[in-house]
């Protein structure tokens, strides 16, 4: 006699570490394709990259440094941004993910780049530029006189 049973594949379980790195994400992240220099230990290096969100970054890199390890980061972009990174995560042969601390100057051009990532913006032209306060203008006349 001939079943009509399908056989059904067996699902393999996220393992729990996946899970909580999963669900761990407390910001939103973004795709984002730049050259970083990298200051660490004395030397510079560069980087890729891959992906940015409020609190953190991945960056491929030939040489990683280790869990832990603190680093200055500069972004490529038509304006070099400046942040403060700390190694949590690396992942041998491909790089690593990092929290970031977003220096007072770099603030609002952070915040500018995130939300051109979040529009769909080229972050490159459109989002490192803060608008620079306007000067009092002097009237024609004033300036004459």
Known sequence: MLSHHKEIAPVNPIPRRELTRRLRR???RYQFQVKAEILWASRRVWGNVTDV???GMFIEM???PCVGAHFTLQ???NEPLRLGCVVR???PNL???VVLSVPEPSRKRFHALLVALSGGADPATTAVSVP???LPRVRAAAAKA
């Open 89 to 91: 995560r690396v992942v």
């Open 26 to 28: 407390e910001f939103a």
């Open 62 to 64: 030939a040489e990683a």
């Open 75 to 77: 972004l490529a972009l």
């Open 95 to 97: 790089g690593v993910g």
């Open 53 to 55: 969100s409020r609190g």
């Open 132 to 134: 620079r306060p306007e």
